[in-house]
């Protein structure tokens, strides 16, 4: 089993649809959960944190679950600059971080 | 203002040759690391360090190596012995304090074998 795993995508949705990513993690000692956005040929970049609370920033949601193992982000009201590939990333106490592969998702017009 | 810089942001190289790509932060962070990205697929450690004149291997280091000799600086040469080296290089890089700290990256350079 992948320490991470997350949706195959790709998703292609209308502009203005909700959309939820999910993601799992092996490690139950994982400490730090976030969601990287990577856009095509570029480097990744924070998207958010992810936090036992859950967090929102705008129309991003994200929620951990460690009991599960999972984490989640919601986008809502899709905008066409939201299309991306999204990167959940999990790192253990003094580990390292551990990507994992990625979704893609694509907002049409 | 601050960030990492990596140099140069396309290399092609002929089979049998060593490149070496640059990455610099001025971050002043403790850790840095090297990823390799090929299409469609997500990150892959390659090297990684936490302190000054100290690195260890990641989960593919065979045919990289590495030094880190400044705060500032962690090179990544590409050793001929690597037999797939064409791919998307990314370097990153942390503090190691506190709790939940991310990595930042740097613009990452493309290498083509030719």
């Known amino acids: 089993r992948k320490e991470v795993e997350q949706d195959p995508g790709p998703f292609n949705v209308p502009e203005g649809a909700t959309v939820a990513f999910n993601c799992t993690y092996s490690n139950s000692a994982s400490q730090s959960f976030f969601w990287y956005r990577q856009d095509c040929r570029k480097e990744p970049k924070l998207l958010m944190s992810?936090?036992?609370s859950g967090n929102e920033d705008g129309r991003f949601t994200a929620q951990l679950n460690r009991a599960s193992q999972y984490i989640s982000l919601l986008i809502r009201d899709s905008k066409l600059s939201d299309s991306a590939t999204y990167l959940c990333v999990v790192r253990g106490y003094g580990q390292n971080f551990v990507f994992g592969p990625g979704t893609r998702l694509s907002v049409l017009p | 203002d601050g960030g990492i810089t990596q140099s140069p942001k396309y290399l092609f190289r002929k089979e049998g040759q060593n490149v070496t790509l640059s990455c610099e932060q001025n971050l002043n962070h403790d850790a840095m690391y090297w990823y390799r990205q090929d299409p469609g697929q997500g990150l892959r450690l390659i090297y990684y360090s936490q302190i000054v004149n100290d690195f260890q291997k990641g989960d593919i280091a065979e045919g990289y190596s590495v030094s880190r000799e400044k705060k500032e600086s962690f090179p990544l040469t590409v050793t001929s012995a690597q037999k797939n080296p064409t791919a998307f290089y990314l370097c990153?890089?942390?503090?190691?304090?506190?709790?939940?700290?991310?990595?930042?990256f740097g613009p990452g350079t493309r290498l083509t074998v030719l």
């Open positions: 990153a890089s942390s503090t190691t304090s506190g709790r939940d700290y991310e990595q930042f």
């Open positions: 992810v936090y036992s």
